[in-house]
């Protein structure tokens, strides 16, 4: 017998039907470029989505609770001026009235920090706003009982000269590091808006004289935290620069 054997028949007819399936497959996929069954083409399409996604999530998240609080806080300011210096200032009315917008301003101080660490929605626009809308609303109402005639206006310079100082004082040395909140700060912030609130308020007696010492003790918390975190903001200075100069030294080396 001549034929040819019947494994290389099939063999050669198994190889013919690979190369037309291959040649098959290679003309569907240049025959439908850019189509939704393209891998590259999905991949780009889902990053592209991925990334507008992500943007709406963001700017959809500066409208969180937190922020809320905090916008809040900041339109208080107005009508906090407005209540503390109507009918001349000086009707118990008016001040109790003014008294409670302070007091719901330094409660939402208290409340959007606290939400927006626990629950994640801490924000660029949070980070901006919310130590704005706390020195507005303490400096509004420092101004408005010294230019009442309630507090000394040295008493005013100090606690705002104080605040804008370490504002300046962080962004000076951000490049060396983050100087973080003492518990003194805080007890600070918190004699402060107590001391500032019961002056808000027509007191007489003895909570007059009591308003009189809590305010002394703001002062005095005052001038002794701007000090300490001007010592750390020293100490954060020379760390860094310290830590710049080891570093240049070892790539050098």
């Known amino acids: 017998m001549t034929g040819v054997p019947a494994s290389a028949a099939g063999g050669s007819s198994g190889a013919h039907r690979a190369r037309g399936s291959a040649a098959a497959a290679d003309g569907a996929r240049t025959e439908v470029p850019g189509s939704a069954s393209d891998p590259a083409d999905e991949g780009g399409k889902a990053a592209r989505g991925g990334k ?6 963001n700017q959809a998240s500066v409208w969180n609770v937190a922020n809320l609080l905090t916008m809040l806080r900041l339109l208080l300011v107005p009508g906090f001026v407005a209540l503390m210096l109507a009918d001349g200032g000086y009707d118990p009315a008016w001040r109790s009235l ?10 939402t101080d208290l409340f959007d920090g606290h939400l927006a660490r626990t629950y994640n929605l801490v924000t660029d626009f949070g980070k901006i706003a919310d130590p704005i809308a706390d020195k507005a609303i303490m400096g509004a109402a420092l ?13 005013t310079a100090v606690i705002l000269g104080r605040e804008l100082g370490i504002t300046l004082l962080r962004f000076l040395v951000i490049r060396y590091g983050v100087i973080p909140a003492s518990r003194g700060g805080k007890l600070k ?13 027509a007191l007489t007696g003895w909570l007059a004289t009591l308003r009189f010492w809590v305010m002394a003790a703001a002062v ?6 701007g000090l300490d975190y001007v010592r750390q903001a ?9 830590e710049r100069a080891a570093a240049l030294e070892e790539k050098d080396a």
């Open 234 to 242: 020293i100490v954060l200075r020379r760390r860094g620069i310290a």
């Open 98 to 107: 003014a008294w409670a917008a302070f007091a719901i301003a330094m409660i």
């Open 143 to 155: 101004v408005c009982l010294s230019a009442l005639g309630d507090l000394p206006w040295w008493v």
């Open 189 to 201: 912030t918190l004699t402060q808006g107590v001391a500032v609130g019961m002056y808000v308020l």
């Open 220 to 225: 005095v918390l005052t001038v002794a935290t």
């Open 52 to 57: 507008i996604t992500a943007a709406a999530v």
